[in-house]
């Protein structure tokens, strides 16, 4: 028995280094050592048919790992043990048949290691099957194959949660069809809604990539995005803008987004080979609200124009951040009709305003470069205002920007925080009005 366990060890030793012989130039070495492989190939033939044989042998005979624990000594049950893993057959999940007589031998009493014995199962295969599939504590055969089998087929297809449900199937496809969220804001935003079954992001790329799902992943058009060609640089005009107060000077507050009202502004322009028509963008830093506002021409009273439009809506500016554009050349003007400070960034710094150029981004999707503004009407864009202020985020816990805007504004009025010309906002009741065009 020892020689047998020595003879099998020394197979597993035998292919290990042959594999890494070969590796290495197996070729190589077989014309300059081809005697010492040849005798080195009988061996292995004869190491092999000795495994098969004992192979068929164990199959046949279940019980063999109870046996040896019982006629072998205590001194080689190790080497016992090495024999069993080299040479056992594969494992076999239990199937409708053994949890019948699982039922059965607990009925009558049997313990884990019993039902082990008879089943010719090891003890803690028993145990979990126990465990895992009983109901109330009692294991019932039937009860357990229904458990075992939802469990096989939620590993296989994890999203089926979603195709059973048809609330949440219709939840999930409307938010991403309709308006246009991200898995990732779908996941956080059921984690906050009472009424729906809670699922992860990865669940819901399962779904979409899912057969279930093929028709929505076609529509929503999951490629890459492609990526942008490299463009030309070219030298800039600076705008000769006097008395700028540059970005370093803004306050900490406003940096840190630890204080409501600090607001940052910005244009989208139409294309070169269009019009004027271009909007104006004005974007707040701690609940990242957004206004959007369509002028004929960037010129310095319509800007001012849409400010005043804007002040009723948004009651208080703490400071206002702009880029170097000619349409501000009276920044100081628009400081007083604000009544707030106005800060600048730095030439060719337009990331200092972090903020308002990732709406700017964001924007792009509905309005691509190139295009002419003036075609998209007042209603197109209350539509993509109304899009990006409906949008779950994750930077907010899940929560819209226009349900923190609007929690700011409740605390602001409460407070008596906004501007003594606009106390009006305290009657202001058409909370759902997002845009300051009439």
Same mark, same amino acid.
């Given at each position: 028995?020892?020689? /047998?366990?020595?003879?099998?060890?020394?197979?597993?030793?035998?292919?290990?280094?042959?594999?890494?012989?070969?590796?290495?130039?197996?070729?190589? /070495?077989?014309?300059?050592?081809?005697?010492?492989?040849?005798?080195?190939?009988?061996?292995?033939?004869?190491?092999?048919?000795?495994?098969?044989?004992?192979?068929?042998?164990?199959?046949?005979?279940?019980? /063999?790992?109870?046996?040896?624990?019982?006629?072998?000594?205590?001194?080689? $049950?190790?080497?016992?043990?090495?024999?069993?893993?080299?040479?056992?057959?594969?494992?076999?999940?239990?199937?409708?048949?053994?949890?019948?007589?699982?039922?059965?031998?607990?009925?009558?009493?049997?313990?884990?290691?019993?039902?082990?014995?008879?089943?010719?199962?090891?003890?803690?295969?028993?145990?979990?099957?126990?465990? $895992?599939?009983?109901?109330?504590?009692?294991?019932?055969?039937?009860?357990?194959?229904?458990?075992?089998?939802?469990?096989?087929?939620?590993?296989?297809? +994890?999203?089926?949660?979603?195709?059973? !449900?048809?609330?949440?199937?219709?939840?999930?496809?409307?938010?991403?069809?309709?308006?246009?969220?991200?898995?990732?804001?779908?996941?956080?935003?059921?984690?906050?809604?009472?009424?729906?079954?809670?699922?992860?992001?990865?669940?819901?790329?399962?779904?979409? $990539?899912?057969?279930?799902?093929?028709?929505?992943?076609?529509?929503?058009?999951?490629?890459?995005?492609?990526?942008?060609?490299?463009?030309?640089?070219?030298?800039?005009?600076?705008?000769?803008?006097?008395?700028?107060?540059?970005?370093?000077?803004?306050?900490?507050?406003?940096?840190?987004?630890?204080?409501?009202?600090?607001?940052?502004?910005?244009?989208?322009?139409?294309?070169?080979?269009?019009?004027?028509?271009?909007?104006?963008?004005?974007?707040?830093?701690?609940?990242?609200?957004?206004?959007?506002?369509?002028?004929?021409?960037?010129?310095?009273?319509?800007?001012?124009?849409?400010?005043?439009?804007?002040?009723?809506?948004?009651?208080?500016?703490?400071? /206002?951040?702009?880029?170097?554009?000619?349409?501000?050349? @009276?920044?100081?003007?628009?400081?007083?009709?604000?009544?707030?400070?106005?800060?600048?960034?730095?030439?060719?710094?337009?990331?200092?305003?972090?903020?308002?150029?990732?709406?700017? $981004?964001?924007?792009?999707?509905?309005?691509?470069?190139?295009?002419?503004?003036?075609?998209?009407?007042?209603?197109?864009?209350?539509?993509?205002?109304? @899009?990006?202020?409906?949008?779950?985020?994750?930077?907010?816990?899940?929560?819209?920007?226009?349900?923190?805007?609007?929690?700011?504004?409740? +605390?602001?009025?409460?407070?008596?925080?906004?501007? +003594?010309?606009?106390?009006?906002?305290? !009657?202001?009741?058409?909370?759902?009005?997002?845009?300051?065009?009439?």
């Amino acid at each position: 028995m020892v020689g /047998l366990l020595v003879l099998v060890c020394l197979l597993r030793l035998r292919l290990w280094l042959g594999y890494r012989l070969w590796l290495h130039g197996w070729l190589r /070495l077989r014309r300059r050592c081809s005697r010492l492989l040849g005798c080195w190939l009988i061996v292995h033939i004869f190491l092999v048919l000795i495994v098969i044989v004992l192979c068929i042998y164990v199959t046949h005979k279940p019980n /063999l790992k109870n046996e040896l624990q019982q006629t072998i000594p205590s001194s080689s $049950r190790a080497l016992a043990q090495l024999v069993l893993w080299l040479c056992m057959k594969p494992y076999k999940q239990i199937d409708k048949a053994e949890r019948l007589e699982i039922g059965i031998l607990l009925e009558r009493g049997y313990s884990d290691a019993e039902i082990a014995r008879v089943l010719g199962r090891d003890r803690s295969t028993i145990y979990r099957e126990r465990k $895992r599939n009983s109901v109330k504590e009692a294991y019932t055969p039937r009860k357990a194959q229904h458990k075992a089998y939802v469990r096989r087929t939620y590993a296989k297809y +994890q999203a089926m949660c979603i195709v059973k !449900n048809m609330k949440l199937r219709e939840y999930i496809e409307t938010k991403l069809l309709i308006d246009e969220w991200s898995p990732e804001q779908i996941a956080g935003r059921l984690a906050l809604e009472a009424d729906l079954t809670k699922v992860s992001a990865p669940t819901i790329y399962k779904y979409i $990539r899912s057969p279930y799902g093929r028709q929505l992943a076609y529509e929503l058009d999951l490629a890459k995005k492609k990526r942008r060609k490299s463009k030309a640089k070219w030298q800039h005009k600076v705008t000769p803008l006097e008395d700028r107060i540059f970005i370093d000077q803004r306050p900490e507050a406003a940096n840190t987004r630890s204080q409501f009202g600090h607001w940052e502004a910005d244009f989208i322009v139409s294309g070169k080979q269009y019009g004027s028509a271009s909007l104006l963008v004005i974007h707040e830093r701690v609940s990242r609200y957004t206004l959007i506002a369509k002028l004929t021409a960037r010129t310095v009273s319509e800007v001012e124009n849409s400010f005043i439009e804007a002040l009723p809506f948004i009651g208080n500016f703490e400071s /206002l951040t702009l880029d170097n554009d000619i349409a501000f050349q @009276k920044h100081a003007q628009l400081s007083k009709l604000i009544q707030a400070p106005i800060y600048f960034c730095k030439p060719y710094h337009s990331w200092e305003k972090g903020g308002v150029e990732n709406v700017n $981004r964001l924007i792009r999707h509905y309005i691509p470069k190139g295009c002419d503004i003036a075609h998209f009407t007042d209603q197109d864009i209350w539509n993509i205002q109304h @899009k990006l202020n409906n949008k779950p985020r994750k930077v907010l816990g899940y929560k819209t920007a226009k349900e923190v805007f609007a929690y700011y504004q409740q +605390q602001a009025i409460q407070d008596h925080k906004h501007h +003594q010309n606009y106390q009006d906002y305290q !009657n202001y009741q058409d909370y759902q009005k997002e845009t300051f065009y009439a």
